[in-house]
């Protein structure tokens, strides 16, 4: 490990204000000025000298601090120039021995892929890590997990509700789409709420941290080894949730015969929010059985 000063408030105002940098609501950036709280996140990851991490959205790089003091090597993406351009030099200012393990990606993560991005295909495994921007939070976690099949498993910080909606269960409120999709997966668990205040600025909502592994290839678990396509099965889940007062039989009338449904061994009476993941994967099994 490489101890070293992680970022606190007056820090954290002190680089903003020397780079000319204000936080903004484009990129959805809030600050983190708390080291207790990226150093919890840190510890809820699990990972250790040996791990290559990627982290979206680093900002001014309190939590990139964090990552590296276990000894980590870092790739860091960042969607803003003239934080991509500060961050190294953060580093090399406060955790100078650390600055060989990072390198700092100026890019929107919905574009990063293994063509364009390189650095972790070489990996067996990797973890993302991040305080996500809450508003494009589901969109990057589905993304990289879909174009990179060693990401391995993740912890980020994300909008309270948005935590929820990821490790919801079948027939909860907050269960939707993004709950359906991430199963496809693995398995995501809430670990921990975080208060507004070590924020800068603070939001206006809560925030929790959300921890995933991924499914194993060979894992009885896994939705993937029952033989349909994600695409199909998502375009199932779709249509589910696009209206969801709706039964499957009303939602799902164009796309999905009444044979299916029995084929499956699901009452088309249901509505797609008490559907499990293997559920959506034998519907959309028994579809392609039809049409073979």
């Not at 990627?54 to 309190?62: A, C, K, T």
């Not at 190294?88 to 890019?107: K, Y």
């Not at 789409?177 to 603070?202: C, M, Q």
């Amino acid at each position: 490990m490489t101890q070293g000063h992680l970022l606190g408030a007056a820090d954290i105002r002190r680089i903003a204000a020397q780079e000319g940098i204000s936080p903004t609501k484009k990129f959805g950036q809030n600050f983190v000025i708390d080291p207790g709280t990226v150093r919890k996140i840190v510890r809820e990851a699990q990972i250790g000298a040996n791990d290559h991490v990627m982290e979206v959205g680093p900002g001014l790089g309190s939590l990139t601090l964090a990552i590296l003091e276990t000894g980590a090597t870092l790739t860091a993406v960042e969607i803003d120039p003239p934080l991509a351009e500060r961050l190294p030099q953060t580093v090399e200012e406060f955790m100078p021995d650390a600055a060989a393990r990072l390198r700092v990606v100026n890019m929107d993560a919905l574009k990063v892929t293994p063509s364009n991005v390189p650095d972790f295909n070489d990996d067996a495994r990797f973890t993302l890590v991040a305080n996500l921007p809450y508003n494009v939070a589901t969109p990057i976690l589905l993304t990289l997990l879909e174009r990179f099949n060693n990401l391995d498993a993740f912890l980020v910080m994300v909008q309270k509700e948005v935590a929820e909606r990821l490790s919801a269960t079948p027939g909860t409120k907050v269960y939707g789409t993004p709950s359906v999709k991430l199963a496809w997966y693995g398995e995501a668990h809430n670990v921990g709420n975080i208060g507004r205040n070590v924020f800068w600025p603070a939001p206006n909502v809560d925030s929790a941290l959300v921890r995933f592994e991924r499914y194993a290839a060979d894992d009885p678990r896994n939705p993937q080894n029952r033989g349909v396509e994600r695409e199909r099965v998502f375009a199932l889940i779709d249509a589910s949730f696009s209206q969801r007062r709706k039964t499957l039989h009303a939602a799902l009338k164009k796309t999905v015969p009444a044979q299916a449904f029995e084929n499956a061994g699901i009452d088309p009476t249901r509505r797609g929010e008490t559907l499990t993941i293997d559920e959506f994967v034998a519907l959309a099994k028994a579809c392609k059985e039809l049409e073979a």
